[in-house]
């Protein structure tokens, strides 16, 4: 059944939803645009036939009760009172400036710098992170969950109805998304569990980073007919990874999939290496995919060695570059290698632009949003760079003859080879 506009929908609680107009329609139901007293919301509802209503109900009537694990999440608000056999739930709307994750991968959108790219997958690694962490497992991750803002990399999660605590098969039997579910999935050896989630995970990243599915090569395409046993086949029993550096038999395809022959070179190695590890070991082990934490570490690095021209802004990664040549741009400007600010767990380039986060200068922190400091250039003399405290604390320096001197909030570090800087509880070193 659909409903028609103005339609009012009673909500449990006594609340009242009035319906503006159809938005969309999935799978599992119809979404509707609706306003409860005076707001905007959005209205899920239901039009498949479920397996166990009641107890789909009930585990969202948990969720709605306990709340969303984080910010990013479109988290159920209301459950409505059923209508024809049938319910739907209440969420916040989508604002029109995020974009579908289809559009994305279709390159119908685009991210306006890598560092945006960046800064989207950190938002989707560390919602789950937080999800994970309260005990819960997502259940159903695939493209179709995420509207992302390319200009800032912010992030919105939906379809949040089938997350469940970890360790129980979720009310609604739902598998996950074929080319999204886990090979134990796929082969019907595990139920979704938050291991599940974290291949997922992984097939959203590369999708993100590389726009193509990381099983999707030269044996998919050979198999010209995709049936149901040749899917469970390349997805469940012998999935290959297309970089797989042990086995070459699903290479992506020239003319086929451009995509990712284009974009896998232009990531650094220490990437690489993570989503091998997600696609080769993790593939047969689900104990040996990573866990969220190492990606937010290894996606914080990969941010922390870009360098943007100050005067094209194009971007280098400098983890792709030998140490010790020129930075080149795109205008053709070129830079000496720049020197290195370096703390116990990441190496910094000394660059204008290059931004100090929270979690590279503050001990025990994973703040991974919160800019602390910022390289900046001299406008008189663009030859000489400084390092600016952007916090509410001073930061002490010491020279390389060995003087100290504080550094109040607004003040500058002037760059030079052997100073010592000392931030909140972490002291660095700028070095060549």
Not at 245 to 263: A, E, F, T, W, Y
Not at 298 to 307: H, M, N, Q, W
Request: charged share 25%.
């Amino acid at each position: 059944m659909e409903f028609k506009n103005g339609q009012i929908i009673p909500l449990e609680g006594g609340k009242k939803a009035t319906i503006i107009k159809k938005l969309g329609e999935g799978g599992q139901g119809i979404v509707y645009s609706v306003k409860i007293d005076g707001k905007d919301y959005a209205l899920k509802w239901y039009t498949f036939r479920f397996q166990n209503k009641k107890g789909f109900r009930k585990n969202l009537q948990e969720n709605i009760k306990n709340g969303a694990p984080d910010s990013k999440f479109l988290w159920p608000l209301y459950l409505t009172e059923e209508i024809n056999n049938s319910f739907g739930y209440v969420m916040e709307l989508r604002p029109a400036k995020f974009s579908d994750f289809s559009d994305i991968l279709n390159n119908k959108v685009r991210f306006n710098s890598t560092e945006k790219l960046i800064t989207a997958a950190l938002n989707i690694v560390n919602a789950f992170r937080t999800l994970h962490r309260k005990g819960l497992s997502y259940q159903d991750l695939n493209d179709g969950n995420f509207f992302i803002d390319v200009n800032t990399g912010d992030v919105l999660i939906c379809d949040n109805d089938n997350v469940t605590p970890d360790g129980i098969k979720n009310p609604g039997n739902i598998g996950g998304k074929p080319g999204y579910m886990a090979p134990e999935i796929v082969c019907a050896k595990s139920y979704p569990n938050s291991l599940t989630d974290s291949h997922s995970l992984a097939v959203i990243l590369f999708k993100l980073f590389c726009r193509h599915d990381p099983l999707m090569g030269k044996l998919y395409v050979d198999s010209v007919c995709i049936t149901e046993k040749r899917e469970w086949e390349l997805y469940g029993k012998a999935p290959v990874f297309i970089f797989d550096p042990n086995d070459k038999s699903n290479r992506p395809i020239q003319g086929v999939h451009p995509n990712p022959i284009k974009l896998w070179p232009r990531y650094p190695k220490f990437l690489q290496d993570a989503f091998i590890k997600s696609f080769c070991e993790g593939l047969k082990n689900p104990n040996q995919r990573l866990p969220e934490n190492e990606w937010q570490k290894l996606l914080i690095r990969f941010r922390g060695t870009l360098l943007r021209c100050p005067h094209c802004s194009s971007e280098v990664c400098l983890a792709m570059v030998p140490r010790g040549t020129s930075i080149k741009f795109d205008c053709g400007s070129s830079y000496s290698y720049p020197f290195t600010l370096e703390t116990d767990k990441y190496k910094l380039p000394v660059f204008p632009g290059a931004k100090l986060y929270k979690c590279q200068v503050t001990k025990d922190n994973d703040d991974y949003s919160t800019v602390c400091g910022e390289v900046i250039m001299n406008k008189k003399n663009p030859a000489l760079w400084g390092i600016k405290n952007n916090t509410d604390k001073a930061w002490k320096f010491k020279t390389p003859d060995g003087e100290i001197k504080e550094i109040a909030t607004g003040s500058v570090i002037p760059v030079a080879n052997g100073i010592e800087v000392t931030f909140d509880g972490i002291t660095t070193k700028v070095s060549k």
